[in-house]
């Protein structure tokens, strides 16, 4: 090996040695940053308890035990409520929220938790998408909504039911519907200030016939707007735009 290949190897050497001491330093000096949404401890266990309203507009609501398998494959300070709201006329949503703890792999992309369930995603019509919310004040939640459709039997007959799907990522003073943008996010607030952010995954679903997708969505609005405000503490910016008083002439 010559001088040239020595020196390119030494240099690679020395950044993986040095990547990883800065690696091992966030991980021993990090700090873990406050949730975005109301939680209480737990006393004796390192997961927290996540509040969700009982009631919200016109629904009543049941809490949905954790699976064993669910929270089995999750790290073990990762926190989970699962919720089903259902109307008078029986219309239902799920609220899902999954809270990181020290392990950010306690959350992973929002597609797998349906393609797992056995529905299909309908990439041509997942959007991003914004619910207008009005408390603390007048802004815009930025969600993700996916379409997707799944068969089964129904009283002997083969249906096709469609599932709308929303979601949003929430942490301290920080809202957003993508991913990676919440990656982006934790990696610099953790470079930047030694604190990593504990971002919670909030997801809600309904199922609906081909064709009611849009009014059902309409549905989700609403009760998003209502139910939010009284378990995520995060709240985007105030869309209220504000005229400054024109200064009076001397």
Not at 38 to 62: A, M, V
Not at 188 to 199: D, F, H, M, P, Y
Not at 215 to 227: D, H
Request: charged share 25%.
């Amino acid at each position: 090996m010559d001088r040239r290949k020595w020196l390119v190897l030494l240099v690679a050497l020395g950044l993986m040695t040095v990547t990883a001491g800065v690696l091992l330093r966030f991980k021993t000096h990090q700090r873990l940053g406050q949730p975005g949404i109301k939680t209480t401890p737990i006393p004796g266990s390192p997961r927290l308890d996540i509040y969700l309203p009982e009631l919200t507009l016109d629904y009543t609501s049941k809490s949905v035990p954790d699976a064993d398998n669910v929270l089995g494959g999750l790290p073990k300070d990762t926190s989970l409520v699962q919720r089903r709201y259902v109307a008078p006329d029986g219309f239902g949503i799920s609220i899902n929220v999954v809270l990181m703890g020290t392990d950010r792999t306690s959350i992973h992309k929002p597609q797998f938790c349906l393609v797992g369930a056995g529905w299909t995603i309908d990439e041509t019509q997942s959007k991003r998408s914004v619910v207008p919310m009005h408390r603390p004040h007048d802004y815009d939640l930025p969600v993700m909504k996916l379409l997707a459709s799944k068969e089964g039997v129904f009283q002997e007959q083969r249906i096709k039911a469609r599932g709308v799907y929303v979601y949003w990522f929430v942490a301290d003073n920080q809202v957003t519907e993508t991913h990676s943008d919440r990656m982006w996010r934790m990696a610099k607030n953790l470079i930047s200030t030694g604190e990593l952010q504990r971002w919670a995954y909030v997801s809600c679903f309904a199922v609906c016939r081909p064709g009611d997708e849009d009014a059902t969505y309409e549905r989700m609005k609403k009760f998003i707007a209502s139910s939010v405000p009284q378990f995520q503490r995060a709240a985007g910016p105030n869309t209220t735009v504000q005229t400054p008083p024109e200064r009076a002439s001397r």
